[in-house]
């Protein structure tokens, strides 16, 4: 059994939470206005989630990877932590949800879906940077009713457009978008893609010190005649 938690830290600051352990007592140690008032439960290794995530107002925290063995639909108004946790084979299903997290816990066959309440969405999220489309786990986070910061971190991302007129990163209302990291296409014969892209949304700011390249170079211009004209990074 696990001694009763304590939060400490004040409620006005953003999600900087994690855990200590001595003597047997575990404690929450930071600042976070999203624990208040909320059960905290602790996630044995090897457990089931579809069991384990079935309370409203909760922090589960998550400390060992998880397998989810397909769908797991997280309850209203609940708290994730990844404490050095994971999740992998299957989907992870939000309703509202919000995530803490020290290190990646997404694996490269775990997806999420549902809506979340995520204001940090990081790249640092995926345990595997480097498949194709690897990003693309990562916009269901997003949500025009949250104030989001999408961060694309150091490294090289590679998209691949899935089929004509292609959309793949798609940026709701409300994001900041920062490019540290390359983002680059993989060469296609598409005469339209966008790489990143928005319609409708508004209050949207990109900055950074990243690229994003097209294909241009190595498309493929013969296949299908055309002018290729909108096949565009942003």
Not at 1 to 11: D, T
Not at 59 to 81: D, M, Q
Not at 107 to 134: F, P, Q, Y
Request: net charge negative; hydrophobic share 35%.
């Amino acid at each position: 059994s696990i001694n009763p938690v304590i939060v400490e830290g004040g409620s006005n600051t953003p999600d900087n939470i994690f855990l200590t352990e001595e003597n047997g007592a575990i404690t929450l140690k930071g600042t976070s206005n999203l624990l208040y008032g909320l059960n905290i439960k602790f996630v044995p290794q090897g457990a089931s989630l579809s069991s384990e995530l079935t309370d409203q107002n909760t922090v589960y925290v998550l400390r060992f990877a998880y397998n989810l063995n397909g769908t797991v639909e997280v309850p209203e108004n609940c708290v994730l932590l990844f404490e050095g946790g994971s999740v992998y084979n299957g989907t992870l299903k939000g309703s509202g949800t919000k995530i803490i997290y020290h290190g990646a816990f997404l694996a490269s066959n775990a997806a999420v879906s549902g809506t979340w309440n995520v204001r940090h969405i990081s790249s640092d999220m995926l345990v595997d940077k480097t498949s194709e489309n690897s990003l693309l786990k990562l916009i269901p986070f997003m949500s025009d009713n949250v104030f989001n910061e999408f961060v694309i971190e150091n490294g090289n991302f590679i998209l691949s457009a899935r089929a004509e007129s292609d959309r793949l990163i798609n940026i709701c209302s409300n994001t900041l978008v920062r490019i540290d990291g390359n983002v680059t296409m993989k060469p296609n014969g598409y005469t339209h893609y966008n790489m990143i892209f928005a319609e409708n949304k508004n209050n949207i700011e990109i900055t950074g010190a990243g690229f994003v390249s097209g294909d241009a170079d190595e498309h493929d211009y013969a296949t299908v005649e055309s002018t290729h004209e909108w096949c565009m990074c942003i």
